[in-house]
T-cell receptor
Framework: EADIYQTPRYLVIGTGKKITLECSQTMGHDKMYWYQQDPGMELHLIHYSYGVNSTEKGDLSSESTVSRIRTEHFPLTLESARPSHTSQYLC??????????????FGQGTRLTVV | AQSVAQPEDQVNVAEGNPLTVKCTYSVSGNPYLFWYVQYPNRGLQFLLKYITGDNLVKGSYGFEAEFNKSQTSFHLKKPSALVSDSALYFCAVRDGYSSASKIIFGSGTRLSIRP
């Protein structure tokens, strides 16, 4: 079982609220990712990080922001939630040790509904 | 740019029959390929990966994948399908070998196994 955790699992929140989705991993992985996925649909990479103090935008533009102050923690923040942000958000991590043996480990996801 | 394509949105197979889920890739260098499975209300789980070596890669739950360089394909296979194999399957490619590389997912294929 992979040691990567996302909280909350489910969140219903009103428009305009600020929210932070938490993601933590205990595997010491340098690389972390956030994907956005509508139910049963493809995954879109919205943010990733190579390590502490590294954050990059993914392939899908997102109004969310991320931070990586500690290796194990990669929170995603929406300053002002809107109904268009309703989706599932998946966090993942992978190791890079000089060889491409690093499959990604995924959290269970946060299903966000903005009303 | 690196990419993967899953040409089938859905694959339907009778239980006990062999199954194939197709994936083709486009990379500029050596391909590092992965298959993931997503069961309902669960996070993505790693199934198998191809880095180098044998073209036939064996993974979890009896799945295997065949790497074909000339056809740039990495099809997922199983000799005898189970109803419990019904899920969403994603092919993925790592877009390079550097620490900056990220994992790019295909659009997903829904596998449905009928009793």
């Amino acid at each position: 079982e992979a040691d990567i955790y996302q909280t909350p699992r489910y969140l219903v929140i009103g428009t305009g609220k600020k929210i932070t989705l938490e993601c933590s991993q205990t595997m010491g992985h340098d690389k972390m990712y956030w994907y956005q996925q509508d139910p049963g649909m493809e995954l879109h990479l919205i943010h990733y990080s190579y390590g502490v103090n590294s954050t990059e935008k993914g392939d899908l533009s997102s109004e969310s922001t991320v931070s990586r102050i500690r290796t194990e923690h990669f929170p995603l923040t929406l300053e002002s939630a809107r109904p268009s942000h309703t989706s599932q958000y998946l966090c993942a991590s992978s190791e890079f040790v000089g060889a491409p043996l690093d499959e990604a480990f995924f959290g269970q996801g946060t299903r966000l509904t903005v009303v | 740019a690196q990419s993967v394509a899953q040409p089938e949105d859905q694959v339907n197979v009778a239980e006990g029959n062999p199954l194939t889920v197709k994936c083709t890739y486009s990379v500029s260098g050596n391909p590092y390929l992965f298959w993931y499975v997503q069961y309902p209300n669960r996070g993505l789980q790693f199934l198998l990966k191809y880095i180098t070596g044998d073209n036939l890669v064996k993974g979890s739950y009896g799945f295997e994948a065949e790497f074909n360089k000339s056809q740039t394909s990495f099809h997922l296979k199983k000799p005898s399908a189970l109803v419990s194999d019904s899920a969403l399957y994603f092919c993925a490619v790592r877009d390079g070998y550097s620490s900056a590389s990220k994992i790019i997912f295909g659009s997903g294929t829904r596998l449905s196994i009928r009793p």
